[in-house]
């Protein structure tokens, strides 16, 4: 079992930058790859970014390559989505997920409760 818990979702302007965190426990955290997806009022939960248990190895979606970095702290037990240039289209709740491997086409076993996040333009 993991449990999850992502914060660090809020309000802010076009343009601008923000950090969402993932803290987890009741696994050892560097043996599961870490997710985040979103979910857009109306949408269906999209995958946005994922890293591998080592952090060696990144996979991101189409729509936010390279404005968002995901990257993780095994010494803390926490996954970090940096956001930058974020744009309305990005306003979305977000999940962090974990797994045992990476899953980009499937869903990953284990999920936080979101963090909203609204992008005014």
């Known amino acids: 079992q993991v449990q999850l818990v992502d914060s660090g979702g809020r309000l802010v302007q076009a343009g601008g930058s923000l950090r969402l965190s993932c803290a987890a426990s009741?696994?050892?955290?560097?043996?599961?790859?870490m997710h985040w997806f979103r979910q857009a009022p109306g949408k269906e939960r999209e995958f946005i970014a994922a890293i591998n248990w080592s952090g060696g190895s990144t996979y991101y979606a189409d729509s936010v390559k390279g404005r968002f970095t995901i990257s993780r702290d095994n010494a803390r037990n926490t996954a970090y989505l940096q956001m930058n240039n974020l744009k309305p289209e990005d306003t979305a709740v977000y999940y962090c997920?974990?797994?045992?491997?990476?899953?980009?086409?499937?869903?990953?076993?284990?999920w936080g409760q979101g963090t909203q996040v609204t992008v005014s333009s």
């Open positions: 997920a974990a797994d045992r491997v990476v899953r980009v086409t499937t869903r990953p076993a284990y």
């Open positions: 009741g696994r050892t955290f560097s043996s599961i790859a």
